[in-house]
Structures are given as C-alpha cells and as structure tokens.
C-alpha cells in the first residue's frame, strides 16, 4: 500500500543540538518533497522544497536531504533553539503529474528544552 | 498580503445541521484545496480547485459533503447533514497552478459537532 511515514513520538531534544526528522515513504514515485511547520492552533506553514534531483537543499538553519532510492527525507535542524518547538510535517505530490496534489505524513513533534 | 482567509474560526453545531466553510485564497493563486485533520487521520485532502474548476474530489468523505468556488476569490465547503464524526480542524489552502510550488494554508475552521 501506498504511505508516508514519519516518527510517530515525539523528539526531545536540548537546545543548542541537531534536531534530525525522518519521512519514510513507500509505492510513491514523487517529483518533490516538502516539509512544512504546524504550530498549535494554526494552519502548516511551508519551509523547504526538495526536487528528485537533488540530493539536499539548505536554508538557514535547515536541511533537507532526499534519496530517492531509501524512499526517505531528512530533515535537520541545527543549533536548535526553544522556538523550534513544533510539529514538523513532510508532504509529497506522488505521482509526479504536476497537478500540487499533496500527501502528508502524520507529523512528529519536536520539543527544544532550554 | 492578507493570506489565506478562513471564516468561521470556530463553529459549534448540532447534529443535522447545515454547516458552511468559507475560504478566500490568495490574490493571483488559481488552485486552492480543502483539508481535514484530525488526531486519528492526520491532513487529510478533501477536494482541489484549479481556476476554479474542481480536479479530483476523491478525497470528499460522503455525499454529504460538497464544495464550490464560483469565482477565484472565494470558496466554500458545505456539510449537510452534519455528524459528530464530521469534527475536526479543515483547512484551506491555494497555490499557483503549476506543480511544485508550497501551499499557502490559512488558519483553519475548527468544527465541532454534538
């Protein structure tokens, strides 16, 4: 069957240390991949897209790395700060059509203590 | 920019009760799509819109369930009749048309019903 799968419990991290996120996926042949932040009470807010072709792709404090082979996403937060705090969601548009319909996995949920 | 805007924030029915959703995209995006999320399920797609045509409903639950956008400023995701099991948070979203792009999602309609 087709899935998305990413760390069901949440992660506890210090500040300071690499968060490190994973989204696993299976029977999708994606063109990209996304992941986005969800802050209690609020709508997901995008942070980095990923292209089959690329192996990672970086933003401030991020990284997405993407293999197309595994079937997986990481997603790495450094210098990890309280404000971090979040569930952090990755979304994939499976069968490559262009079409910007998205699969989301469940979320993990990162918390950053001081 | 205004963002996605959603109304109600929060709605409170009865069951059998007529319930409808409101979405206004954003200026210039052309495709916009209803989510539900819920512990049990995650994000889930209901239906997506590109220039206002909806493309694939697949992912609408029940007969119960409609949604229209009869221009490119507005939609609208109605439930009727309305059941408990139809609670959860339903997001909007929209984008460009063309594949790859991140969703814009607003804050979200949290639907309760009793």
């Known amino acids: 069957s087709q899935k998305i799968e990413q760390n069901s419990e949440a992660l506890n991290i210090q500040e300071g240390k690499t968060a490190t996120l994973t989204c696993n996926y299976t029977?999708?042949?994606?063109?990209?991949l996304q992941w986005y932040r969800q802050d209690p009470g609020r709508g997901p807010v995008f942070l980095l897209l990923?292209?089959?072709n690329e192996k990672e792709k970086r933003k401030e404090r991020l990284k997405v790395t993407f293999d197309t082979t595994l079937k997986q996403s990481l997603f790495h937060i450094t210098a990890s700060q309280p404000a971090d705090s979040a569930t952090y969601l990755c979304?994939?548009?499976?069968w490559g059509g262009g079409y910007n319909k998205l699969i989301f996995g469940a979320g993990t949920r990162l918390a950053v203590h001081p | 920019d205004a963002g996605v805007i959603q109304s109600p924030r929060h709605e409170v029915t009865e069951m059998g009760q007529e319930v409808t959703l409101r979405c206004k995209p954003i200026?210039?995006?052309?495709?916009l799509f209803w989510y539900r999320q819920t512990m049990m399920r995650g994000l889930e797609l209901l239906i997506y819109?590109?220039?206002?045509?909806?493309?694939?409903d697949s992912g609408m639950p029940e007969d119960r369930f409609s949604a229209k956008m009869p221009n490119a400023s507005f939609s609208t995701l109605k439930i009727q009749p309305s059941e408990p099991r139809d609670s959860a948070v339903y997001f909007c979203?929209?984008?460009?048309?063309?594949?790859?792009?991140?969703?814009?999602f607003g804050p979200g309609t949290r639907l309760t019903v009793t």
């Open positions: 200026s210039g995006h052309n495709s």
């Open positions: 029977n999708y042949s994606p063109a990209y």
């Open positions: 979304a994939l548009e499976p």
């Open positions: 819109f590109n220039n206002n045509v909806p493309i694939d």
């Open positions: 979203a929209s984008t460009w048309e063309t594949g790859g792009y991140e969703q814009y």
């Open positions: 990923i292209r089959e």
